[in-house]
């Protein structure tokens, strides 16, 4: 099922971690998703399941694509579970598929992609059922509306039922239930509201999972109120049926040769897609994981670079003060090894960076920028189009990413990598990203579902360094 919310902060993430808390203390295999670009709610997920939380965006990627992942990943386990995204219907007026596959895409109106991207979207292709959780915590009567025209907005969407959350007595439930009752829409779950009930967030979103030394006594406790708070009889038909797509072909056979890319992965750094690195590793890259806080050098034999987003403003302290890995990346790169960096990464290369409080961190050094923390957040899907062609990218190649993040950068580079607009008409276009050596480093994140040439293109340098090296 997807658990879907009327809007965002409703507290559909807080119910998933539930449902998933219970489902894995009954030993369960459960396979959880995420609607969109999100990379720590996602954490959450797989902390709880012990498997990776696929992401499912056709923006970044196709509706093909989400297909094919949901029913590759279903295969072999009892549950599946899907977050959604923002609102039922919160997604993009987007024609970005054509054919057969446009068709399938199509929103409420048939053909518009009103809602492209969004829980709404990925129920009608997957043909999943909905779960709406509704927060009570100003409504009573008005539920009634809510529901209902959620439920028929679209009549491709099934909404089989509600979760009221933050309901505030017995006396507002009643309330609730009598205007929701002339609707037959049934409630799975009644969630009173939880003051102490919270996960610690900042300015990104919530703190990820490794930042938190306690989080099994807080999933102990999600367990324990999916529990005793859903209508598990309601609830379980609903999660063990499963629609019935085919299954994607196996992935071709890997070259003989596994070049070593190194994976920057610790607190600092630790926003990836999953199918990210498996894409790399079906194309037989051998993945090894080391950490620029607390490792002195890079793997031996890396052959490639690869840093995800992550925090490395809050951590740049500790980053600046190992010197001797930021000398071993940036030489690294000047000896022409292939190096990706999105986000986070490409603060990390930059000269410095500046954090919250305005405190000055040297880095890397290999970018002649400084990134500086500020208030604004930078967020949505972008269109990139290639300026020019370098080792991943041919001049006038268009990809789909996302932006998330609060810092800047004080120097421009005079070619950027792309020319960025998002997904309205008439939008402003602006250049981003940096390439210099074998270095491709933006801000946009990308999910290699979408641009497997990138990734084949990144591979396939990898593989060029590493017979450089055992040449040498």
Not at 285 to 302: Q, R
Not at 332 to 350: F, Q, R
Not at 396 to 415: A, V
Request: charged residues 20%.
């Amino acid at each position: 099922m997807i658990i879907a919310g009327d809007r965002s902060g409703t507290g559909k993430t807080t119910i998933t971690l539930a449902l998933l808390a219970f489902l894995r203390k009954k030993s369960a295999h459960v396979q959880s998703f995420k609607v969109g670009p999100d990379y720590i709610d996602s954490m959450f997920h797989s902390y709880i399941t012990g498997r990776p939380c696929r992401n499912l965006d056709p923006i970044l990627t196709s509706v093909s694509y989400v297909k094919s992942c949901f029913a590759k990943h279903c295969q072999g386990v009892d549950y599946g579970v899907i977050e959604g995204v923002m609102g039922l219907f919160d997604g993009v007026p987007l024609e970005k598929a054509g054919g057969t596959e446009g068709q399938e895409a199509g929103g409420a109106t048939g053909g518009l992609y009103q809602d492209y991207g969004s829980t709404a979207h990925i129920a009608r292709i997957l043909g999943i059922p909905v779960v709406l959780v509704i927060d009570c915590s100003r409504l009573s009567g008005s539920v009634a509306a809510i529901a209902h025209g959620y439920s028929y907005l679209d009549p491709n969407i099934n909404v089989v039922g509600v979760i009221l959350n933050r309901v505030g007595s017995d006396r507002h439930l009643t309330l609730l239930e009598t205007a929701l009752k002339p609707l037959n829409i049934p409630i799975f779950g009644v969630i009173y509201r939880q003051e102490t009930l919270t996960i610690p967030d900042r300015h990104l979103g919530l703190v990820p999972t490794q930042e938190l030394p306690e989080l099994d006594r807080l999933f102990d406790r999600l367990a324990h109120l999916a529990q005793t708070c859903f209508n598990w009889e309601q609830l379980h038909p609903y999660l063990t049926h499963s629609p019935r797509l085919p299954v994607p072909p196996s992935p071709r056979p890997p070259v003989p040769q596994s070049p070593k890319i190194a994976i920057a992965k610790d607190k600092a750094f630790n926003f990836y897609y999953p199918d990210n690195l498996e894409i790399l590793q079906q194309l037989g890259a051998k993945l090894c994981y080391w950490s620029p806080l607390e490792d002195e050098n890079l793997p031996k034999d890396t052959a490639g670079l690869y840093f995800g987003g992550g925090f490395p403003e809050m951590f740049a302290e500790a980053l600046s003060s190992n010197t001797k890995a930021l000398h071993s990346v940036k030489q690294g790169i000047i000896k022409g090894m292939p190096t990706y960096a999105e986000c986070g990464g490409l603060m990390y290369l930059c000269e410095e960076i500046v954090d919250f409080e305005g405190k000055s961190w040297p880095m890397v050094g290999i970018l002649p920028t400084t990134a500086k923390m500020v208030k604004k957040l930078t967020l949505g899907y972008r269109q990139a189009i290639a300026t020019g062609s370098n080792f991943l990218l041919n001049q006038g190649e268009t990809i789909w990413g996302h932006e998330f993040h609060r810092s800047e950068l004080t120097i421009l580079p005079e070619q950027p990598l792309y020319n960025l607009s998002s997904w309205q008409k008439n939008s402003l276009i602006y250049g981003e990203g940096w390439h210099c050596y074998h270095l491709h480093a933006s801000y946009l994140h990308l999910h290699f579902g979408g641009c497997p040439q990138i990734a084949e293109k990144f591979f396939r340098s990898t593989l060029d360094f590493s017979r450089d090296l055992a040449l040498d």
